[in-house]
């Protein structure tokens, strides 16, 4: 058990990377803003990983307040974008 919770640790950590240079490289702000929700995804997967390596529930209202965040941020975002492109 202990190797695969290194090796989703790890995975986690090279996409985290990956999303943080794709949000300091991003082209532009809705490559930016997808790559932010990616790595909300990351953190929402670590501290869901972490939750059921250590069997232990009490991590559940924070991943629910994160994914409702992530959520409403994509939704921000789109209808920015949208308002943005209609003029």
Do not use: C, H, Q, W
Not at 7 to 23: M, N, S
Not at 63 to 79: D, E, I, N, Q, W
């Amino acid at each position: 058990m202990t190797v695969v919770a290194v090796l989703v640790a790890t995975l986690l950590a090279v996409a985290g990377a990956l999303t943080l240079t794709r949000i300091i490289r991003g082209p532009s702000i809705l490559d930016r803003a997808v790559a932010t929700d990616v790595l909300l995804a990351v953190v929402v997967a670590a501290i869901a990983t972490e939750a059921a390596y250590s069997r232990d529930a009490t991590a559940l209202p924070v991943l629910v307040v994160l994914a409702v965040l992530g959520f409403v941020g994509s939704v921000s975002v789109a209808r920015f974008a949208a308002r943005r492109n209609v003029k």
